[in-house]
């Protein structure tokens, strides 16, 4: 008899590492970078219990982010580089 000594879950775990179940076992699945937007709404309780399961399950489990750290380099490479440039105003374009 195989016993599983994982803690449960939290109910906001399966947002950011698809495959886990709230309520059971944590198992240590991939975390995939989440948007900035997903990011900006996160209660910062979540994000430090996203910061503990990153560094305790990083590295055994293929395609994890490595490192707590490395998530948020990749968050920070996705940002735009300058705002957006162009038209003073948005209308239809003319036709010539």
């Keep these: 008899m195989a016993w599983n000594t994982g803690a449960p879950s939290p109910y906001w775990l399966p947002k950011f590492a698809p495959g886990e179940v709230s309520g059971q076992p944590t198992q240590g699945f991939a975390v995939p970078t989440p948007s900035g937007q997903t990011w900006s709404q996160t209660p910062w309780s979540h994000k430090e219990g996203l910061r503990g399961y990153i560094n305790r399950y990083a590295g055994s489990v ?33 036709q010539w």
């Design 62 to 94: 293929p395609g994890m982010i490595a490192s707590y750290q490395d998530m948020l380099d990749r968050m920070y490479m996705m940002l735009p580089r300058r705002a957006p440039t162009g038209a003073a105003r948005w209308g239809t374009a003319r």
